[in-house]
């Protein structure tokens, strides 16, 4: 069973740059599709972005296209998630997941998560 810890989260001022970093252990690393989601106060958690296992493809949800970019190491089994032009918005619980599927992982379906990491954004 992969575990992941994530990891990169903070204080911010509105305007600024963060990289989450998620390292994977204990599992094929490179035959998982990987994604972030966000959990903001008192909302839903909610899909942010995917990346096969290979890196050959990525999905974002929309309100974050343009703005943040997830990529893969597959030599340090670690998935990152650079988040640019930050704003208040964007403060939750960023968590990573791990899933046999990149097709089905937007939806929440995934085999690991992990404890999440917290990112708050000053206005």
């Known amino acids: 069973q992969v575990q992941l810890v994530e990891s990169g989260g903070g204080l911010v001022q509105a305007g600024g740059s963060l990289r989450l970093s998620c390292a994977a252990s204990?599992?094929?690393?490179?035959?998982?599709?990987m994604g972030w989601f966000r959990q903001a106060p008192e909302k839903d958690r909610e899909f942010v972005a995917a990346?096969?296992?290979?890196?050959?493809?990525?999905s974002y949800a929309d309100p974050v296209k343009g703005r943040f970019t997830i990529s893969r190491d597959n030599n340090k089994n670690t998935v990152y998630l650079q988040m640019n032009i930050l704003k208040p918005g964007h403060t939750a619980v960023y968590y990573c997941?791990?899933?046999?599927?990149?097709?089905?992982?937007?939806?929440?379906?995934?085999?690991?998560w992990g404890r999440g990491t917290l990112v708050t954004v000053s206005s």
């Open positions: 990346i096969s296992g290979s890196g050959g493809m990525t």
């Open positions: 997941a791990a899933a046999r599927f990149f097709s089905t992982i937007r939806g929440g379906t995934a085999d690991a």
């Open positions: 204990g599992g094929a690393f490179s035959s998982y599709a």
